[in-house]
């Protein structure tokens, strides 16, 4: 028994006029990291199609070292699926879009913090990391963790976003840039 039954017949209703693509880029040239939220997901709130975009999700759509290591991984795969190091002078966009509402503010507060480090076992910093009390504030960070952090590859753009759970729609709080030159 799986409560996936319902979930499986919808699967089959899909398979029937499935056509498969083999492995290419991603043609919206965009990667999008979102939070885990099923009220934010961008096959439905951004009308992703099979092939378009790799979507990244955790609680809250934050850029953490996880996120970071699969930007890398993914620049380097589109570097090599393009036919190798230096055939494309850009990759593609990774748009960071954190959501009003989300349930990772909760967390925000001290002692909801606390308690729910005791009950799951992970530290309050990693809590507090999670946390997206104003998402306007935490994607602005977002971008610019993810624009300083050394494995990002300069050709490779950055922006931010919020999805707005009341009304649907997605407003840009920060417009695409790439990283400074390192020294
Ligand atoms: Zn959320």
Same mark, same amino acid.
């Given at each position: 028994m799986t409560r996936m039954n319902?979930?499986?017949?919808?699967?089959?209703?899909?398979a029937r006029t499935y056509t498969p693509e083999g492995?290419?880029?991603?043609?919206a040239q965009a990667i999008i990291?979102?939070?885990?939220?099923?009220?934010?997901?961008?096959a439905i709130v951004l009308r992703l199609q099979l092939g378009e975009a790799p979507v990244i999700?955790?609680?809250?759509?934050r850029v953490t070292q996880a996120v970071i290591d699969d930007i890398a991984f993914l620049g380097y795969l589109t570097e090599q699926l393009? *036919?190798?190091?230096? @055939?494309?002078?850009?990759?593609?966009? +990774? /748009?960071?879009? &954190?959501?009003?509402?989300?349930?990772t503010g909760f967390l925000a507060d001290p002692g909801f913090?606390?308690?729910?480090?005791?009950?799951? *076992?992970?530290?309050? @910093?990693?809590?507090?990391?999670?946390? +997206? /009390?104003?998402? &306007?504030t935490t994607v602005k960070a977002d971008v610019e963790r993810l624009l300083a952090a050394p494995q990002l590859s300069p050709k490779v753009?950055?922006?931010?976003?919020?999805?707005?759970?009341?009304?649907g729609r997605i407003t840009t709080t920060v417009d695409a840039q790439y990283p400074q030159p390192r020294p």
């Open positions: 319902p979930l499986f017949e919808r699967n089959e209703q899909f492995l290419g880029l991603p043609t990291v979102t939070c885990l939220d099923h009220r934010v997901d961008p999700r955790n609680a809250g759509g393009s *036919g190798g190091q230096g @055939a494309l002078d850009t990759l593609f966009e +990774v /748009a960071v879009v &954190h959501h009003t509402q989300c349930g913090r606390r308690q729910a480090a005791e009950a799951t *076992g992970l530290t309050e @910093a990693a809590l507090e990391a999670s946390t +997206v /009390a104003d998402p &306007h753009s950055v922006s931010g976003h919020v999805y707005d759970i009341a009304t």
